[in-house]
């Protein structure tokens, strides 16, 4: 089944402790982005990524750090958690910059 | 840069009426394209519909049709036969040929249907 999965989907942690989430495709996808989504203010990109080895900032990608060293994979880092990065986070995926965006099922994340 | 503006951030329906979302944009290419998403309380997003900009037929999936306006740079959604399945939010999304695979997003409608 083609699928964008996340892990965790639930995360409850505390300011500073650095944390990875991951982001998987199975569908040979070029492009990959990372959203979050907060009340009021619909989904914003914070980072994407066009191939292995090439990611670029979005619209918000203070505090946030990606890699791309697999295809496949596109974990978001955040080095030292702040509350203002509580969020939804999404990761999307595409088989071009044109494509239709495939979305993972989103991560909760509580910052205390 | 583009913006994406949802004007109406709650919505109601009966079931089985119609029901209008609504959505500028504001934008200087003439090239784009533009998308609904629909967000269940499972949070997964869900593409509804898309249109193509130079396209000047509305685009139409099943109960769920554009009134896409490109002179005034507008994007709303009507929802026909309304369900409760529909219960959802509602993102209005813009895209640039020009920005890869970003996506910019509007704030959301959230529909309820009544029964």
């Known amino acids: 089944e083609a699928q964008v999965t996340q892990n965790p989907r639930y995360l409850i942690t505390v300011t500073g402790k650095k944390l990875t989430v991951t982001c998987s495709q199975n569908?040979?996808?070029?492009?990959m982005s990372w959203y979050r989504q907060d009340p009021g203010l619909g989904l914003r990109q914070i980072y994407y990524?066009?191939?292995?080895?090439?990611?670029d900032k979005g619209d918000v990608p203070e505090g946030y750090k990606v890699s791309r060293k697999e295809k496949r994979n596109f974990p978001l880092i955040l080095e030292s958690p702040s509350p203002n990065q509580t969020s939804l986070y999404f990761c999307?995926?595409?088989?071009?910059?044109?494509?239709?965006?495939?979305f993972g099922p989103g991560t909760r994340l509580t910052v205390t | 840069a583009q913006t994406v503006t949802q004007s109406q951030p709650e919505m109601s329906v009966q079931e089985a009426e119609t029901v209008t979302l609504s959505c500028t944009y504001d934008t200087s290419e003439s090239d784009y394209y533009l998308f609904w998403y629909k967000q269940p309380p499972s949070r997964q997003m869900i593409l509804v519909i898309r249109?193509?900009?130079?396209?000047?037929q509305n685009a139409t999936e099943n109960r769920f049709s554009v009134n896409f306006q490109k002179a005034a740079k507008s994007f709303s959604l009507k929802i026909s036969d309304s369900q409760l399945g529909d219960a959802a939010m509602y993102f209005c999304?813009?895209?640039?040929?020009?920005?890869?695979?970003?996506?910019?997003f509007g704030e959301g409608t959230q529909l309820t249907v009544n029964p």
């Open positions: 569908m040979n996808h070029e492009y």
């Open positions: 990524s066009m191939n292995v080895e090439v990611t």
């Open positions: 999304a813009y895209r640039s040929p020009s920005s890869g695979s970003r996506l910019t």
């Open positions: 999307a995926s595409s088989l071009r910059g044109q494509g239709e965006q495939y």
């Open positions: 249109q193509e900009a130079y396209k000047q």
